[in-house]
């Protein structure tokens, strides 16, 4: 049983190593720029599902930190500071204490409330970043350089993709990790009955307010990457829509696996390319939405458990 | 002069409170019923504003024009219940939101197709489009105060429908025991998508009145939805009284925090800083002030009693 799994692990990394050469043979260097925004995207579905597959915290605003992230970097750059190592301390930082501020206000509510007041939180920083006219407000602003780090040129595609790869794989690992440990059981153990672990002596808001917080921060680093990914930053990043995608690339995938962000995000990103810019037929290119949106509702209907499920076929 | 100001940017307030509470008010009735979640309430709002501006081209009368937008929302609601609800009563709040999150792209993007991106203007006929003079220095369009009187005459006929009606018993009885109910030989499922249609018409009067007011243009529900969102969780999920007290209270805090905030910061800090932070915080006043109410009372200031 572990053996299919590590193979399909062992297959998954392989062909994400694979590609950039392949690409270049190839000579269409642009799935290198395609995959690397897909791995971009994971790590911030990734960062979700701790909270929302293991911690039973659906957040729908999970794209603030995409946002925060975002903005760390170009603000920084903006005003001519270039370490990288500052730009992610700050991305990451910022983006935990935020989310150490909304986590604590929202991890008071729950179900449908925390769904609604997470949204809220995130709009209300969409809000800001349009007011911010300095950094482009409405219409965002270009980075005025990259992050700088010592060995690693974010400016060359390749060298760029193998570093977001290698952190991609460093939060799985470390999510998994979380969830393994006992932080991780007590988390799980509030989600699927609260009473019983508040009964033998665990009370979960602690918990549950380090878990968010540590997703947030991997989100900000998400975000950094995301903006060092366009060269740009807007308020688009923290859209109320973006927000959705992620959390629907992780219920695609399949909530609380450790592969399910993983398959959603490459799946759905999958799929919105195909419609927007692959389909042979212009006006599916051109509303492309008007077919996603649907095949969005199927999805919830028919994929119970997600894609993941169909593969492992665990369904706990 | 100030005072003739705070007067009129108050009825803006109680005008813009009126709209979400209609929005609230079936956001509510489906949730506390049907117990789910519709995100795409915002998309039939808009339907609303776009059929009402095409019925009244196609007729050339606003009066007709707003009663097929009033009825080609009811008709959009019951048939979008019926095709791609029903499978999902028995999930997840989770699974609802992700489904209608897809009806949103789908709604935005037909709009889109039928009507194109760039915003429509809803004209108003010539009986809507006067001033009148409420107290001496303040002229007030009469379309707002129309909305505000239609408003509320719609929250009153509501109350009146759940409170004293067949109809409303059959709500309350659903929302506390839908088996039983079902037991006693009423059919739930007509129940339902009557109740959802209604609430779309509701949000579909919510848009047509708000076409000439804001700009109608593709994804304009979601703007509004967010706020609606705050208001629930002001007034607390499932109950009416909640919504419209929090829809007040949204309405006027926004309206005013955005006509006021930055000169009563100029006077605080340099004109410059208010000049910034002024817009800024205006528009995170009703953020703010559902974090304040949530961490004093988590489950809103009306939590619903169960009926």
């Known amino acids: ?316 | 002069m100030s005072f003739v100001l705070l007067f009129e940017q108050l009825l803006n307030g109680v005008q813009l409170g009126v709209m979400l509470f209609l929005m609230a008010a079936g956001l509510t009735l489906v949730l506390g019923i049907m117990n789910f979640v519709n995100l795409a309430h915002g998309s039939l709002y808009m339907l609303g504003a776009y059929f009402t501006i095409a019925g009244a081209q196609w007729t050339g009368s606003y009066l007709l024009g707003v009663l097929f937008g009033l009825a080609a929302t009811l008709v959009t609601g019951m048939v979008v219940e019926v095709v791609t609800l029903r499978p999902l009563y028995h999930r997840e709040h989770l699974d609802q939101v992700l489904a209608t999150f897809g009806l949103i792209l789908f709604f935005n993007e037909l709009v889109a197709i039928l009507w194109g991106r760039a915003s429509l203007y809803a004209a108003l006929p010539q009986w809507l489009t006067g001033h009148v003079e409420l107290i001496p220095g303040s002229i007030y369009p009469v379309y707002r105060l129309t909305v505000i009187g239609v408003g509320l005459l719609v929250a009153v006929l509501l109350w009146y429908v759940v409170v004293h009606t067949r109809l409303g018993m059959l709500i309350r009885a659903g929302a506390s025991n839908r088996v039983m109910v079902a037991a006693l030989g009423i059919n739930i499922r007509l129940l339902y998508t009557v109740v959802f249609g209604f609430g779309a018409a509701l949000a579909g009067l919510a848009g047509l009145m708000a076409g000439p007011i804001y700009s109608v243009q593709p994804g304009m529900g979601e703007l509004i939805l967010i706020q609606v969102f705050v208001v629930i969780v002001i007034g607390g999920i499932g109950s009416i009284r909640g919504a419209l007290i929090g829809a007040i209270i949204v309405g006027i805090v926004d309206t005013l925090g955005r006509a006021f905030l930055k000169p009563v910061l100029g006077t605080v800090v340099s004109p410059t800083a208010a000049e910034a932070a002024g817009p800024a915080l205006a528009s995170m006043l009703i953020y703010l002030l559902m974090a304040a109410v949530l961490a004093l009372r988590p489950a809103g200031l009306f939590p619903a009693r169960g009926g």
């Open chain 1, 1 to 316: 049983m572990m053996s299919t799994r590590a193979l399909l692990w062992a297959i998954a990394i392989v062909l994400l190593l694979a590609l950039p050469p392949a690409a270049e043979a190839l000579g269409q260097p642009f799935y290198i720029d395609l995959v690397r925004r897909m791995m971009i995207f994971a790590i911030a579905a990734v960062s979700l599902n701790l909270i929302l597959g293991y911690g039973g915290m659906a957040s729908f605003g999970h794209a603030a930190y995409l946002g925060i992230g975002g903005y760390a970097v170009g603000i920084l750059a903006f005003y001519g500071v270039e370490s990288g190592w500052l730009h992610w301390a700050v991305a990451i930082g910022g983006s935990a204490l935020i989310a150490l501020a909304i986590g604590a206000v929202s991890i008071r509510t729950s179900g449908l409330y925390f769904i609604m007041i997470t949204l809220a939180f995130t709009q209300m920083l969409y809000y800001l970043g349009i007011s911010l006219e300095e950094f482009g407000g409405d219409d965002g602003m270009r980075l005025k350089s990259r992050s700088q780090f010592p060995l690693v040129d974010l400016g060359d595609a390749v060298e760029f993709y193998y570093l977001v790869l290698a952190l991609l794989l460093a939060a799985i690992y470390l999510t998994h990790r979380i969830v393994n440990s006992r932080f991780g059981m007590v988390l799980r153990a509030a989600k699927s009955n609260e009473a019983r672990s508040l009964a033998i002596g665990f009370s979960p808001y602690a918990y549950r307010l380090v878990a968010f917080t540590i997703a947030g921060a991997m989100g900000g680093l998400a975000g950094a990457l995301l903006a060092n990914h366009t060269n740009y930053i807007t308020p688009d990043f923290m859209h109320w829509t973006r927000s959705g995608e992620i959390m629907f690339m992780v219920i695609l995938g399949g909530m609380g696996t450790t592969a399910g962000p993983l398959v959603g995000t490459f799946a759905l990103l999958f799929v919105e390319d195909l419609l927007s810019a692959w389909a042979p037929i212009r006006f599916v290119r051109d509303h492309w939405q008007f077919f996603l949106g649907p095949l969005l509702v199927l999805s919830v209907i028919f994929f119970k458990r997600g894609l993941a499920g169909l593969f492992s076929g665990r369904n706990d």
